[in-house]
């Protein structure tokens, strides 16, 4: 499912108008992004928790010409399933 496939669910669901979905969506990714850019983890009980890592620099390689390759430190999202949720997903 895409976006627009989103927005139409969360719009039947909540009985809105797409529109208002979609700014729903929209500021709900926002707040989550800018969170997450201030190393703040967002926990949402029931359905999981996103959160940031920081990747060490490393040295790598360039697999064209074996050249080692300087492989710069960087922040990494992460997301961990709730208990809920995973539960939900495997229901039988």
Do not use: C, W, Y
């Not at 029931?46 to 390689?61: E, K, L, T, Y």
């Not at 697999?63 to 539960?87: C, N």
């Amino acid at each position: 499912m895409n976006k627009s496939g989103v927005v139409v669910s969360i719009a039947k669901k909540a009985d809105i108008s797409q529109k208002e979905a979609e700014k729903a969506l929209d500021s709900t990714l926002e707040i989550i992004s800018e969170s997450l850019s201030k190393d703040k983890k967002i926990t949402l009980m029931g359905f999981g928790n996103f959160s940031i890592h920081q990747r060490a620099s490393r040295m790598g390689r360039n697999p064209q010409t074996g050249e080692k390759v300087e492989i710069k430190d960087k922040k990494i999202p992460k997301f961990h399933a709730g208990k809920l949720f995973i539960e939900k997903l495997n229901k039988k």
